[in-house]
């Protein structure tokens, strides 16, 4: 199962510079699946019997929800990671274990993502959403387009700026676990142990009922509801070690920076390549201070060693991510017979024509990531800027996203052309 891999991280005050929560995440998939970065506004909802459709299934709308930014695969409704208006970010990952996997259409992880975002301000809040609609409606479906069928549990890493909850679910059974400081991963396991601050109610029960657990020792949520031999779960070579194991490596310095050098290391395995490889990655910084803006970095595209981090913050009349945002089609993923259409955006398309270019010359190669490095660098120190307090031009914040993506493709293409 670990080719549809997935690596998601927090760091917490001690461990960071500043007093913020740091949030990242890659996303690994197909590598050929085009992932866009979305905004979507926040909405009143005034008639509530229409229903919401997600990627597969309709469900109950609620009367509000939140503005949201959504690095997603561009065939779907949901999102593998994103962040809204509060500060509030999540990750999923795939994960399996003893409970069977259900590929009956039902909520994908991914639907369950961006519906934690768009209706909780409080990362505690969304760990209530994302369970109760799992309750409600289940989870299931094939998560990739096409042919290939493919379905799993999810495991959701959710943060804002006071803490961070791991949820992780077996079917509709699971276990939440709060981090308040230091570091925290998750990957393509269970990795909730014996600290568990929230759970379904029938978790353990039915663990009982079905002979994982004799009702008597200390309950291991991993090591019940999956294969995993939990005491020797941090000394694998696995990439949620080598994760948590670059966490500690930093602990005491991490900055936003630091978490994208995790997610573009690939000794760890954690930038896959390959069949399956790192479609798109995520960076947040949530500082503790609230009066500071939250910032969220977004690649938009595969391989974050040669992708620049594009930072986004919240502002109420963003300008629509079109270089980001991929065609828009009617309904493909239940349309008979199935088709497969080009959902390649501005940036992608650019991004794959500059990738050959670095394999074939190597001299263009070295000018065109030289580019890239001093395009993010200034925009870390803009930034770095905006959350010491000391800039924030508001009528610049509105294309800032925008803005860095043709940035971006401008640097591409005189490189492509030349």
């Not at 229409?50 to 561009?74: F, G, N, W």
């Not at 393509?188 to 014996?194: A, D, E, F, G, W």
Request: proline share 5%; charged share 25%; hydrophobic share 35%.
């Amino acid at each position: 199962m670990e080719p549809f891999s997935c690596d998601t991280f927090v760091a917490l005050p001690p461990t960071t510079v500043d007093n913020r929560i740091i949030f990242g995440k890659n996303s690994d998939r197909l590598c050929d699946e085009v992932q866009e970065v979305v905004y979507f506004p926040a909405a009143v909802h005034d008639n509530l019997e229409e229903h919401l459709k997600c990627t597969y299934i309709e469900i109950d709308q609620v009367p509000e929800t939140y503005a949201v930014v959504l690095s997603r695969p561009a065939w779907l409704w949901g999102a593998e990671m994103g962040a809204n208006e509060h500060g509030v970010c999540i990750g999923n990952e795939a994960v399996w274990g003893r409970e069977e996997v259900c590929n009956e259409e039902a909520l994908l992880g991914m639907d369950l993502v961006r519906l934690g975002l768009e209706r909780a301000d409080t990362a505690e809040k969304a760990l209530h959403v994302i369970v109760d609609l799992l309750e409600k409606y289940g989870q299931g479906g094939n998560c990739t387009e096409g042919r290939m069928l493919f379905s799993y549990h999810n495991s959701f890493l959710i943060a804002d700026r006071n803490e961070a909850w791991i949820l992780e679910t077996a079917g509709k059974y699971w276990a939440a676990e709060k981090v308040q400081e230091g570091v925290r991963n998750i990957s393509n396991q269970l990795s909730i142990t014996t600290k568990i601050d929230r759970e379904h109610p029938d978790m353990r029960n039915y663990a009982k009922q079905k002979g994982w657990w004799d009702g008597k020792k200390e309950f291991d949520f991993a090591a019940t509801y999956s294969y995993l031999d939990t005491a020797k779960m941090m000394t694998s070579s696995g990439r949620y070690c080598e994760g948590y194991k670059l966490l500690n490596k930093h602990k005491g310095n991490i900055t936003f920076e630091t978490m994208m050098e995790i997610l573009r290391d690939k000794p760890s395995g954690i930038n896959m390549e390959g069949e399956f490889l790192t479609t798109a990655s995520m960076v947040s910084v949530l500082p503790q201070d609230s009066s500071l803006p939250c910032i969220h970095f977004f690649t938009g595209t595969p391989d974050p060693e040669r992708s620049i981090f594009k930072p986004f913050i919240f502002e109420p009349h963003i300008s629509q991510l079109l270089d980001t945002s991929s065609p828009t089609f009617e309904d493909p993923v239940t349309k008979k017979p199935h088709f497969k259409p080009d959902r390649r955006h501005p940036l992608y398309q650019k991004h794959q024509q500059a990738l050959e270019v670095i394999d074939n010359n190597k001299e263009k190669a070295k000018t065109m990531l030289d580019n890239m490095k001093k395009l993010e660098k200034e925009l870390f120190k803009e930034m770095e800027l905006i959350l010491q307090n000391k800039h924030l031009n508001v009528d610049k914040i509105v294309n800032l996203f925008s803005q860095c993506a043709k940035d971006e493709i401008r640097i591409y293409k005189s490189n492509i052309s030349s």
